[in-house]
């Protein structure tokens, strides 16, 4: 049984992190869909939660809509609400099979995000087999974020983004923020198909 009942407390937990008070000069944070843009998968060596080793390409695959995440297991703060958004996602597609659309959790801590920890986080969450969780690892791990264009920086000062395409297609939506999880589904399925 997935942990629905916690989900409210989670998104009210987290808000004060994401409210920033304007007589501070900072502006509140907000979803934001940035358009479209180029993005090549790279093939770079992965391994995911259960220890299956691949290529990253190879194990999103090309011609499924994804919906890609960025995460660590050690996070206190963004992640839970993030995590706690694609949750949602999760037993919406879960709901509805004729979605072909596929979760993606990046980690990127590349020293303690170890498939044993993704693969602890997942359980915890009760992710679905259609949710896919994967390391670069100490190695690889900067480089694969650097290539789908995550920003360096300290862990914890990432904002939350999503990248939602069709991997066949070169294209990829960037969204930054805390999105509504029936739009980013809306979004996924609404991708055009692979030309042929």
């Given at each position: 049984?997935?942990?629905?009942?916690?989900?409210?407390?989670?998104?009210?937990?987290?808000?004060?992190?994401?409210?920033?008070?304007?007589?501070?000069?900072?502006?509140?944070?907000?979803?934001?869909?940035?358009?479209?843009?180029?993005?090549?998968?790279?093939?770079?060596?992965?391994?995911?939660?259960?220890?299956?080793?691949?290529?990253?390409?190879?194990?999103?695959?090309?011609?499924?809509?994804?919906?890609?995440?960025?995460?660590?297991?050690?996070?206190?703060?963004?992640?839970?609400?993030?995590?706690?958004?694609?949750?949602?996602?999760?037993?919406?597609?879960?709901?509805?099979?004729?979605?072909?659309?596929?979760?993606?959790?990046?980690?990127?801590?590349?020293?303690?995000?170890?498939?044993?920890?993704?693969?602890?986080?997942?359980?915890?969450?009760?992710?679905?087999?259609?949710?896919?969780?994967?390391?670069?690892?100490?190695?690889?791990?900067?480089?694969?974020?650097?290539?789908?264009?995550?920003?360096?920086?300290?862990?914890?000062?990432?904002?939350?983004?999503?990248?939602?395409?069709?991997?066949?297609?070169?294209?990829?939506?960037?969204?930054?923020?805390l999105p509504d999880p029936d739009?980013?589904?809306?979004?996924?399925?609404?991708?055009?198909?692979?030309?042929?």
């Amino acid at each position: 049984m997935k942990l629905n009942i916690f989900l409210p407390a989670l998104f009210l937990a987290a808000a004060p992190t994401f409210a920033h008070d304007k007589h501070h000069g900072q502006n509140q944070t907000q979803d934001v869909a940035l358009a479209e843009e180029p993005l090549a998968l790279p093939n770079l060596p992965v391994t995911d939660r259960h220890g299956s080793r691949g290529g990253f390409r190879e194990k999103v695959g090309t011609e499924r809509s994804l919906i890609m995440s960025f995460s660590y297991t050690e996070c206190e703060s963004l992640c839970n609400v993030t995590n706690a958004v694609l949750m949602m996602v999760d037993d919406s597609l879960s709901e509805n099979p004729e979605h072909d659309v596929q979760i993606v959790t990046v980690a990127i801590d590349a020293l303690r995000d170890t498939p044993e920890a993704l693969n602890a986080e997942a359980e915890l969450l009760s992710a679905s087999e259609n949710w896919l969780w994967l390391t670069g690892g100490t190695k690889g791990t900067r480089p694969l974020l650097n290539t789908l264009r995550f920003p360096p920086g300290a862990l914890e000062d990432h904002d939350p983004i999503f990248l939602v395409g069709r991997p066949c297609r070169g294209l990829f939506t960037r969204v930054i923020g805390l999105p509504d999880p029936d739009k980013l589904i809306e979004l996924a399925t609404s991708q055009p198909p692979c030309a042929d």
